[in-house]
């Protein structure tokens, strides 16, 4: 059985988050995909507008998804080691940066394959936020 891996916030979920799962879904026998934590979140200098409870009952809830874990940090490769993934699904915006090319080598050498999908055009969850921030003034 072929596991793959994806983890993202998944905040104000949309047709990206969608396609992303569904074409990781369809590279894979199970998709097990991790929810960012508001504790994490928040780390990250950003705030969740659904909190994490709601958020990964959502992603649970979606038929492409085997799976929905937590995911409490930023360690990719220690989860997919954990949950036994050998594909992990990230978006193309990380492709060819230094720092990816660095997990590329320390995931090949575990035996995981890094696929990146591009994003869906003209959608992400920071322009529905700047959207709503607008029409709320």
Same mark, same amino acid.
Request: hydrophobic residues 40%.
């Given at each position: ?7 993202? $916030? ?22 097990? $995909? ?34 929905? $874990? ?19 699904? $990230? ?47």
């Amino acid at each position: 059985m072929l596991i793959g891996y994806t983890a993202g $916030v998944y905040d104000l979920f949309h047709v990206g988050h969608l396609n992303l799962l569904k074409n990781a879904k369809g590279m894979c026998d199970k998709l097990i $995909v991790g929810v960012t934590t508001d504790d994490l979140v928040t780390y990250k200098g950003k705030h969740a507008m659904i909190p994490f409870e709601d958020r990964i009952e959502i992603v649970r809830s979606i038929k492409y998804v085997d799976a929905a $874990v937590p995911q409490y940090d930023m360690d990719k490769l220690t989860m997919c080691k954990k949950l036994g993934a050998k594909i992990l699904f $990230v978006g193309d915006d990380w492709y060819g940066t230094e720092k990816w090319q660095k997990y590329e080598e320390e995931f090949n050498k575990e035996g995981i394959q890094i696929v990146y999908f591009p994003y869906t055009k003209g959608i992400s969850s920071t322009q529905i936020t700047k959207a709503l921030n607008a029409v709320r003034k």
